[in-house]
């Protein structure tokens, strides 16, 4: 069994279809390592039971529970809770190295290369390029280093109150020391910022490893029709069409079978979590797209009906992304004529075939 | 004498307002080096005037003329043209070292260690930061490179069609050979990326040291009011409204007292120039901006003529950097207007000093 593994984090049953893509990403691209996932406590157990068939570790994060030095930094910055969600990667000691990869990143070809690099190796931010960015980095599980972390956080706060602020400021040489630890950028293409600069994306796109749908625009909100398989992109990621329509493919072939309307719905997030458990910029109606999505029926002959949910769902989804909720009572209408719709059918058929 | 020198490079007389606000921001800054610029043929007499009486050389570059190796290389790859003119710096070998800067750059803090750093030295690009930004560079003047890149270019081309494209892939190992060679980003921040990460901008902003107003918006297309001195700058620049309103200040105290209606205007801009001098975006209305900018009367009250005049005319070349020459007219008619306005003036002042 190897020492090495990937590691990634979700805070939701929709950050959780990404890890489940993540995760089938990184098997098709044959890696030879290990596969964990941090969950915080609001991941249904239904959503649980489905990555533990494709990682190797789920461990649950409940940083405002637990007792340690983490809790009690948090109890004087409690807007750190998110950021210390993800330095609990620290504590994954039963492995010798990791590389962490945000839930909304796609492998595209294998990397297990990685795993040669120090801690801490890591790719520039598209923004401030003297940042790396924290969606991918190569570290060394140590209770030691995450003690260090923690005591620094509490000490010096996150310049941008997330963990990428926190670690480039723990790690801040990173920009002048060694470039051994400057990942090349096709480890952690930016799909949005590469719109910028569409010559250097068509130069370098063959060798791009793995993709970042850093943002707003996640894939599993952009409009995908069910029917056709097909996702439709914007002109601003028209050149990542194929690599939007790839995480879509791998949700239909490996990911979408296994979800149910267990996991979340719109209508069953619980919109009580603690302030430190709002990771990720989920909303109740983004977080409820794992139970939603399960109703669609992959490659079948929509009814108009489904059609107008697909596209409501996923309008209304985007919409609460960009934290606008003018829609929601809609969509929540909305769900339950579809929820209504579906049970209707489903004792028609009881009707039909005489089961119970 | 120092054998170092900051070069730049200006292909019309708007651009050059940038490279005599560049000018004055190294001396402002207490540079102990050398100022050059490269100047294209259409850059007129007057401006060239103004140019030397800040830049310690004034180096007129014409490709298309020369019968060296670099326009028989032009001959095959016409599409070069404006790249070719940058590399000429190269060819600047009564200096030993060298800082290419783009006239869109303002240095703020003095910069001489630089001149420490070895070629090709550069600052990641924020698209795609595993190729640095060509618009401030290190580099050592020789002949052989000259030649060398232009070969290389006719050979391989660029895969931007520019000069970073093509630099990127002569010093193709800028990304992972030498940290050394990656020079701090706060030696050449965009000032539109960094919008992105603003927490970054603040952390940072106190370490800037040039400013990069790559892209379209220019600092001389910004809505600048004569009267108040003030420049408006849109949401996107808020955070650098300040660095903005300093190119400005530097604008009214040290260049516009030198500027004259000999320079181009949006009726003298020749617009039969050969291809390859067609750089930097330019087009004969933008490019009129100083013989346009010289009838500005600076901390003086307007007539509301004046201020309509100000208003269209920087609102016009902004449409014209966007490539949008729907209201071309409309500012052409607006010019003549104020020119017989102003010969009206001239007209009356004469009458009434009784001067000829």
């Avoid at 964990?36 to 990555?51: C, E, G, H, I």
Wanted: hydrophobic share 40%; proline share 3%; charged share 20%.
């Amino acid at each position: 069994m190897s020492k090495f593994a990937w590691v990634t984090l979700t805070t939701n049953d929709t950050y959780s279809l990404g890890a489940l893509v993540l995760a089938h990403s990184l098997k098709r691209a044959k890696t030879a390592h290990q596969l964990a996932v941090l969950v915080t406590p609001n991941v249904s157990q239904a959503m649980r039971d489905r990555l533990k068939e494709v990682y190797n570790v789920v461990q649950e994060v409940n940083v405002l529970d637990s007792q340690d030095a983490a809790n009690l930094a948090l109890l004087s910055r409690p807007e750190l809770g998110v950021t210390f969600t993800k330095l609990h990667c620290w504590r994954l000691v039963q492995f010798e190295k990791c590389v962490f990869l945000d839930a909304d990143t796609l492998v595209l070809q294998n990397c297990d290369e990685l795993f040669e690099r120090e801690e801490l190796s890591a790719a520039p931010d598209v923004s401030w390029p003297d940042c790396f960015n924290s969606g991918v980095f190569v570290f060394k599980p140590s209770v030691d280093t995450f003690a260090q972390i923690t005591e620094f956080a509490v000490k010096n706060g996150s310049f941008d109150g997330g963990d990428q602020g926190l670690l480039n400021q723990f790690f801040a040489d990173w920009s002048t020391a060694d470039i051994k630890k400057h990942l090349p950028f096709v480890y952690n293409v930016t799909a949005y910022a590469s719109y910028c600069y569409l010559p250097a994306f068509k130069q370098f796109r063959d060798k791009i490893k793995i993709l970042h749908f850093a943002g707003k625009l996640k894939p599993w909100l952009i409009q995908f029709n069910s029917e056709t398989k097909v996702a439709s992109v914007s002109s601003e990621y028209a050149h990542a069409q194929d690599l939007i329509q790839l995480w879509w493919n791998i949700f239909c072939e490996n990911v979408i079978q296994s979800l149910s309307t267990e996991m979340q719905t719109p209508g069953n997030v619980a919109s009580d979590r603690p302030a430190g458990e709002m990771a990720q910029g989920s909303t109740t109606l983004e977080a409820g797209l794992a139970g939603a999505l399960s109703q669609l029926r992959i490659g079948q002959q929509r009814t108009p009906e489904q059609e107008a949910y697909e596209n409501q769902m996923r309008r209304q989804c985007w919409e609460s992304g960009q934290i606008d909720y003018t829609g929601a009572d809609s969509f929540e209408n909305i769900w339950k004529k579809i929820s209504q719709t579906l049970e209707r059918k489903t004792d028609k058929e009881s009707e039909e075939t005489g089961s119970s």
